[in-house]
């Protein structure tokens, strides 16, 4: 029950943002491999369109397999997925930021990387992604993110399930 | 060399190789994936089963041609000398936001992680040239080894793809694309670190023909070695080791490649099983 109320929630928000006509940017997700066996890495292509009428930002900040600069939001049939607690909290990450720009009506490349860094999976079941990006600076147009701000809501992508398969296999946690 | 198709994804790669079945199959999809300029032979005949016809009249006679499969291509880098204690400014939420903190970077960059400063110098970056003109260049990046220490803490990266598919990290505006990197992380107070990073980077080339898949042109191996300390005041120092940038030197793709000294690649292509991903202990 849970999850088919996560699944409504996140479809609610998917909807009301894409009715939003403010919106620079839309947010598309896809993964090669839905369907895992428990213990497997799980992957995103994240793609972000630009439906505005001026360059927009799509900076990526690729740090340990995963690009940091969209949030994602995973649940299970239990409901929200906590974040894996990293072993060394303490020190940070090691990364590399990756400008990007894209123009009006054009894609970005895929960036996105391995959500199972981030989130555990290894419990059999369905699980639902959702993945969003703040909008900052001026419409995110290039070199405005801090210099303007303009209250501007987060852009939700679509949602996708992926199913894992038993037998479970003990997660390998912390990193 | 020839092969039935290459479809990587971030979470594997590998080439789907030709075999003799297909060869016998009515119809036949393949690609001539490496130049070669001296008439590769192609003979081809076909034969029909046709009740009491002795062998010879079953088949037909053999046709003969000779393709010349045209291509080229090499990738320079331009590296940066050594590596820099910049002042970035965090992400909060996937936006910049409080003051800077030091960071060790190969490169000399300013601004935030969330949204990178086109005004700093990367580590490193790539230019392709050379290519036929009617098809598109990409790269693919293979992390081969990254570890860290922060006193006693000893992290490693596994081998396997950086990020994405094709790599990511392209200098906007920039055609034929070029691409960069610039590793960093943010340094913990209180700790002594050192970095040693190795990376190997893919040309590809996509021809514009429908259907075509991408080539590999050639790959460059590239790292860096260095640490970073605090003196009593709190502030930060970066030490080079050696000299970072390229190892060696650019290595055209063959056939005939079953490594590039760090991973396999399958008859020259670059392959992989995952992401690369740092795990410390």
């Known amino acids: ?139 995110q147009r290039p070199g405005t993110a801090m210099t303007v701000h303009n209250n501007q809501p987060e852009v939700k992508s679509n949602t996708i399930t992926i199913t894992v398969s038993g037998p479970e296999v003990p997660p390998d946690l912390p990193r | 060399m020839r092969i039935a198709d290459y479809a990587p994804t971030v979470a594997s790669a590998k080439v789907k190789e030709l075999t003799d079945a297909d060869l016998k199959k009515a119809n036949i999809t393949f690609y001539w994936v490496y130049p070669q300029n001296d008439n590769i032979p192609v003979t081809y005949k076909y034969c029909v089963d046709i009740p009491g016809a002795d062998a010879d009249g079953k088949c037909s006679l053999v046709a003969k041609a000779a393709f010349t499969v045209s291509g080229g291509g090499t990738m320079t880098n331009t590296p940066y000398n050594q590596l820099t204690i910049d002042q970035l400014i965090p992400c909060e939420n996937n936006v910049p936001s409080g003051s800077p903190g030091p960071a060790l970077v190969y490169g000399n960059i300013t601004g935030s992680d969330c949204i990178a400063n086109p005004g700093g110098s990367w580590g490193i970056f790539f230019q392709p040239s050379g290519a036929p003109s009617n098809g598109t260049y990409s790269y693919v990046q293979l992390i081969n080894s990254d570890t860290r220490t922060l006193n006693t803490i000893s992290c490693t990266s596994s081998q396997g793809v950086d990020l994405s598919y094709p790599y990511a990290g392209i200098i906007p505006g920039t055609n034929p694309p070029q691409a960069l990197d610039a590793p960093n992380f943010a340094l913990p107070s209180g700790y002594a670190v050192n970095r040693n990073f190795n990376a190997t980077m893919f040309l590809m080339w996509t021809s514009s023909l429908t259907g075509s898949i991408p080539v590999p042109i050639g790959y460059q191996t590239w790292g860096f070695s260095g640490s970073a300390q605090q003196d009593s005041n709190g502030n930060w120092s970066a030490t080079t080791n050696g000299t970072p940038g390229p190892i060696g030197g650019f290595v055209p793709s063959s056939g005939a490649q079953t490594t590039d000294g760090y991973t396999t690649l399958q008859d020259g292509y670059p392959i992989w099983n995952g992401a690369a991903a740092e795990t410390c202990n």
């Open chain 1, 1 to 139: 029950m849970k999850f088919l109320f996560g699944l409504i929630m996140l479809g609610v928000a998917g909807i009301a943002y894409s009715q939003t006509s403010q919106q620079p940017f839309t947010i598309t997700i896809s993964t090669a491999k839905p369907e895992v066996i428990s213990g497997d890495s799980v992957y995103l292509d994240v793609v972000m369109t630009n439906i505005s009428d001026h360059d927009v930002d799509c900076t990526i900040y690729a740090s340990n397999a995963l690009d940091r600069n969209y949030r994602y939001e995973v649940f299970d049939e239990q409901g929200p997925v906590p974040k894996i607690r990293r072993k060394y909290p303490e020190i940070g990450e090691t990364g590399s930021s990756f400008p990007c720009m894209i123009k009006p009506g054009e894609n970005s490349r895929p960036s996105g990387g391995m959500i199972s860094i981030l989130y555990d999976f290894h419990r059999p079941g369905k699980y639902t992604i959702q993945v969003s990006r703040p909008v900052w600076g001026d419409d």
